[in-house]
C-alpha cells in the first residue's frame, strides 16, 4: 500500500496521483523523468550539477566523481515526488487529499467515489 497526493484542476476530468515514494525511475533516468513529466527546471538543474561533478571530478577523482553521482541519484529519487508536487501546483492544480491505495489508478477511483458522495 502507497500513500497518494490527489491534485485536481477544474478543466480536468481525472484527478492527478502523485505517490509517496522512492522513485526508481527518477533515480535510474533522471532526464527521461524530467522529460515525462514535464519538470524542465528539474532537468536544467540536474544537468548543471552533472557538468559540475564531471568538471570536480577532475580534482576529487573518478572514484568520488562516481559516488556523489549514485548520492545524486538517490536524491532525485527520493525528492521525485515533491518535484511532481511543485510542477503540478505551478500549473494551477490543487491539492485535494491524501489516499493510501495498492495502484495509482485504484486511488483515483477511490477519490472519483469519495468526490461524487459529497
Do not use: C, N
Request: proline content about 6%; aromatic content about 14%.
Amino acid at each position: 500500500m502507497t500513500l497518494y497526493s490527489i491534485f485536481e484542476r477544474p478543466d480536468e476530468l481525472a484527478p492527478a496521483v502523485v505517490p509517496e515514494r522512492f522513485s526508481w525511475f527518477a533515480a535510474l533516468l533522471p532526464p527521461v523523468y524530467g522529460l515525462a513529466h514535464g519538470l524542465w527546471l528539474g532537468l536544467v538543474l540536474y544537468v548543471a550539477a552533472l557538468l559540475a561533478l564531471v568538471m570536480a571530478s577532475q580534482w576529487i577523482g573518478e572514484d568520488a566523481g562516481f559516488w556523489l553521482y549514485v548520492l545524486l541519484a538517490v536524491l532525485v529519487g527520493f525528492e521525485a515526488p515533491a518535484f511532481r508536487r511543485r510542477a503540478l501546483k505551478a500549473r494551477g492544480w490543487s491539492y485535494r487529499a491524501d489516499l493510501v491505495a495498492a495502484a495509482p489508478d485504484l486511488a483515483q477511483r477511490d477519490w472519483l467515489s469519495r468526490r461524487s458522495h459529497v
